[in-house]
């Protein structure tokens, strides 16, 4: 996940030049989240079978060279294991319901809030946003409430936790701002 915003920031070290602070104004989910995540579903909703690469990318209509590297990294974070052979492919390295999709988004992007390429709990500034890195903070808390306290067994079948659903229904969750 990447967040974005335009105009300067200022640190308590001194200015540090125009660059895209957290939450402003707009959070993306990067495409390499999205298609990892939808390969790890594929995956839960086959399991415990093997399952093949081109599966995962009919089924989910991935593109197939962002497949192949999101099955490196999530074999490298110990999310999925691969088969060789002929019978071959790729499993869940543990149950879909002690995989959260933040462990995911991790393992293919890396930490789900930056600021500048801290994290925000490492920004400092003064004067009139002194008090900004708590924001930032919350807003990475917020996201880890629903990331990390979501699992692909719980979007697999629909059940997922009341205050992701609370959220969800909120009227104004799904109108573009």
């Known amino acids: 996940m990447y967040y974005s915003t335009d105009g300067p920031v200022r640190a308590t070290t001194g200015t540090v030049p125009a660059a895209p ?30 399952v093949k690469a081109n599966v995962l ?27 060789r052979g002929a019978e071959g492919g790729y499993t869940l390295a543990k149950p879909a319901t002690e995989i959260t999709l933040g462990s995911v988004i991790r393992a293919v992007d890396g930490p789900l809030a930056e600021v500048r390429g801290l994290r ?41 936790p009341a205050h992701v659903r609370r959220m969800a229904a909120a009227p104004d969750a799904w109108l573009p701002r």
């Open 21 to 50: 602070p957290l939450l402003a104004s707009s959070v993306q989910i990067s495409a390499k989240a999205d298609y990892a995540v939808r390969a790890m579903l594929e995956l839960a909703a086959h399991g415990p079978d093997v």
């Open 57 to 83: 990318i009919d089924h989910q209509g991935l593109p197939r060279k962002f497949v192949e590297t999101i099955l490196v990294e999530l074999r490298h974070a110990d999310l999925v294991c691969s088969h």
């Open 120 to 160: 925000p709990h490492e920004t400092a500034y003064a004067g009139a946003a002194e008090h900004l890195p708590e924001v930032w903070v919350a807003a990475r808390a917020s996201l880890r409430r629903v990331l990390d306290e979501t699992t692909l067994a719980q979007v697999l079948n629909g059940k997922l």
